[in-house]
């Protein structure tokens, strides 16, 4: 079983709709979680940055753990064709020095 | 990406060749990685080092090796390239290995036939 698992979509849906993108993750000891942004023939990005359960929110962006069910979720809403690029869903491993990413997710957003 | 610099952006390698991907960055971090990214695969992790004279392996290294001389350079070499090793590789540091603070580089396309 992969430590984080993403479907790879892709997902297409047009401009202004919510976006939902989402992760589920094997090991409850994960704390921290992430979100990344990657355009085509770009590195990632760091979009959103989680610590433990709860929402987080910048501007259109919502990212949101839940431990419970070990699952987390980006929100994208007011979609933008800047929007499209691929995301990746991350969690950090305390004590093995190493992000463990989801497969990503490629989204297009069609104007 | 500001801050990491990644050469070269694309090499064609033939089976057994060796060659170094460079990575420099000039932000003073101590953690820096190398990814490699496959489609389907996500991003998986190579070798990283947390400072000068420190480094590790991540969950694929075999056929890489690195070095870490100095704080700022992080060079990824292919002992003896297979197609297998066809892929994007990314370079990454940090001030620590939490990932809030990550910068990645533009990436290096390589190939090998």
């Known amino acids: 079983q992969k430590e984080v698992e993403q479907d790879p979509g892709p997902l297409s849906v047009p401009e202004g709709a919510i976006v939902s993108l989402n992760c589920t993750y094997s090991n409850s000891a994960f704390q921290y979680f992430m979100w990344y942004r990657q355009y085509s023939r770009k590195g990632p990005e760091l979009l959103m940055y989680t610590y433990s359960s709860g929402n987080k929110e910048d501007g259109r962006f919502t990212a949101q753990v839940d431990k419970s069910s070990k699952y987390i979720s980006l929100f994208i809403r007011d979609s933008q064709p800047s929007d499209s690029a691929t995301y990746l869903c991350a969690t950090y491993i305390q004590g093995a020095q190493k992000l463990v990413f989801g497969q990503g997710t490629r989204l297009t957003i069609n104007p | 990406n500001a801050g990491v610099t990644q050469t070269p952006k694309f090499q064609v390698l033939k089976t057994g060749q060796s060659m170094t991907l460079q990575c420099a960055q000039d932000?003073?971090?101590?953690?820096m990685s190398w990814y490699r990214q496959d489609p389907g695969m996500g991003l998986r992790l190579i070798h990283y080092s947390v400072g000068a004279g420190i480094t590790d392996q991540g969950e694929v290294p075999n056929g890489y090796n690195v070095s870490r001389s100095t704080t700022e350079d992080f060079p990824l070499r292919l002992l003896s390239a297979a197609p297998s090793q066809t892929s994007v590789y990314f370079c990454a540091s940090s001030y620590s290995a939490t990932g809030n603070t990550i910068y990645f580089g533009e990436g290096s396309w390589l190939t090998v036939v």
């Open positions: 932000m003073n971090h101590e953690y």
